[in-house]
């Protein structure tokens, strides 16, 4: 990390938001309202493993300053009030996750209950068949780094060095979403796994960094009162790349598994990695997805379309007040009124 970096979290941020430069910056935006997302929350710091988890104690101060801060309202209610031209009074937040994994429940939905925050769960609907996998490829391929940094691969005649081609400018982790065909993709992660053993590497790292939830954890997650849920595809595919046939086929089954497991309409979607197409977008809603979450917008008739909204994905490698201080910017270049 630069001297300038550690500088800003260490001293500049702590200093902004004790003298209140986080409330200015929220003031003078022109957008009202904001949709932040996540990914884990698990209990203990799993950041050499996963980028993406975040843990309890931090979770926990971030919401507590949501609700003081923020109008905290639902996801679908932040579509209405766009739909309906409302301009809230206070500036607003939703808070919403994707994949599905189990610390959602046992750590993100009890401190979502003690401080009386609702959230939307996108949830991939493989968590619904007890003969699928309890890992999603991603966290193969985080386990794949974590215990083989540095590594050289060839794939399709591609050398990645320490996970990364020179030659076509991506990581392995974006080459592998953008393989256009879901059999390709899988057959490609398959020779991975079997050339390192992935899978069984992966139970070597603590259950809660990678673990997703299983049915009967659905089911008594989609009981409280403070939980949404929504589809986030069947095995997490790029939508946007695939064929459309395979992308309405992840869609359609998604919703189908996850309706029949927790008994209650699916209308909701976040699209895997923020992927898709105008066609996408319209295939979801001939399914019954009545919202749709991208990250950034992805087609020119986005911010305008009533169908879809951006998120922003709130850092977890960050400090509080730096996460504090760039959440409240976001809402300039992520909110809308």
Same mark, same amino acid.
């Given at each position: 990390?630069?001297?300038?970096?550690?500088?800003?979290?260490?001293?500049?941020?702590? &200093?902004?938001?004790?003298?209140?430069?986080?409330?200015?910056?929220?003031?003078?935006?022109?957008?009202?309202?904001?949709?932040?997302?996540?990914?884990?929350?698990?209990?203990?710091?799993?950041?050499?493993?996963?980028?993406?988890?975040?843990?309890?104690?931090?979770?926990?101060?971030?919401?507590?300053?949501?609700?003081?801060?923020?109008?905290?309202?639902?996801? $679908?209610?932040?579509?209405?009030?766009?739909?309906?031209?409302? $301009? *809230?009074?206070?500036?607003?937040?939703?808070?919403?996750?994707?994949?599905?994994?189990?610390?959602?429940?046992?750590?993100?939905? *009890?401190? &979502?209950?003690?401080?009386?925050? *609702?959230?939307?769960?996108?949830?991939?609907?493989?968590?619904?068949?007890?003969?699928?996998?309890?890992?999603?490829?991603?966290?193969?391929?985080?386990?794949?780094?974590?215990?083989?940094?540095?590594?050289?691969?060839?794939?399709?005649?591609?050398?990645?060095?320490?996970?990364?081609?020179?030659?076509?400018?991506?990581?392995?982790?974006?080459?592998? $979403?953008?393989?256009?065909?879901?059999?390709?993709?899988?057959?490609?992660?398959?020779?991975?796994?079997?050339?390192? $053993?992935?899978? @069984?590497?992966?139970?070597?790292? *603590?259950?809660?960094?990678?673990?997703?939830?299983?049915?009967?954890?659905?089911?008594?997650?989609?009981?409280?009162?403070?939980?949404?849920?929504?589809?986030?595809?069947?095995?997490?595919?790029? &939508?946007?790349?695939?064929?459309?046939?395979?992308?309405?086929?992840?869609? @359609?089954?998604?919703?189908?598994?996850?309706?029949?497991?927790?008994?209650?309409?699916?209308?909701?979607?976040?699209?895997?990695?923020?992927?898709?197409?105008?066609?996408?977008?319209?295939?979801? @809603?001939?399914?019954?997805?009545?919202?749709?979450?991208?990250?950034?917008?992805?087609?020119?008739?986005?911010?305008?379309?009533?169908?879809?909204?951006?998120?922003?994905?709130?850092?977890?490698?960050?400090?509080?007040?730096?996460?504090?201080?760039?959440?409240?910017?976001?809402?300039?270049?992520?909110?809308?009124?």
């Amino acid at each position: 990390m630069s001297f300038a970096k550690k500088f800003a979290r260490g001293v500049v941020f702590p &200093l902004a938001v004790n003298i209140g430069a986080d409330k200015l910056i929220k003031a003078v935006s022109n957008h009202n309202i904001l949709n932040v997302f996540y990914h884990g929350i698990s209990r203990t710091n799993g950041l050499t493993y996963s980028p993406i988890n975040m843990t309890g104690e931090m979770f926990e101060k971030q919401l507590i300053y949501f609700k003081k801060n923020f109008d905290v309202i639902t996801l $679908k209610a932040g579509f209405e009030l766009k739909k309906s031209g409302i $301009k *809230p009074k206070r500036k607003t937040i939703t808070v919403s996750f994707d994949d599905g994994y189990k610390n959602n429940l046992e750590v993100a939905l *009890p401190l &979502l209950e003690k401080h009386q925050i *609702p959230a939307t769960f996108f949830i991939c609907s493989v968590v619904t068949q007890s003969d699928g996998p309890d890992y999603l490829w991603t966290d193969l391929l985080n386990c794949l780094k974590y215990f083989f940094p540095g590594e050289t691969i060839e794939l399709d005649g591609n050398i990645f060095e320490a996970y990364h081609s020179k030659a076509l400018g991506i990581s392995l982790g974006d080459y592998i $979403k953008s393989i256009p065909s879901m059999q390709r993709r899988d057959e490609t992660l398959d020779i991975l796994n079997k050339k390192y $053993k992935l899978s @069984e590497k992966l139970k070597e790292i *603590p259950a809660e960094y990678w673990k997703l939830m299983s049915n009967e954890d659905i089911k008594k997650f989609s009981r409280s009162k403070f939980v949404e849920i929504g589809s986030h595809s069947h095995l997490h595919y790029n &939508l946007g790349v695939i064929p459309p046939n395979e992308a309405k086929g992840e869609l @359609e089954k998604s919703k189908l598994l996850l309706e029949s497991s927790i008994q209650k309409e699916i209308n909701m979607i976040a699209y895997p990695d923020g992927s898709y197409t105008s066609e996408v977008k319209n295939i979801s @809603e001939k399914l019954g997805y009545k919202y749709q979450m991208a990250v950034d917008y992805r087609c020119a008739e986005d911010p305008a379309d009533p169908r879809i909204l951006g998120r922003y994905g709130v850092s977890t490698t960050t400090t509080y007040e730096s996460a504090i201080i760039n959440t409240n910017r976001a809402i300039g270049k992520y909110g809308y009124n």
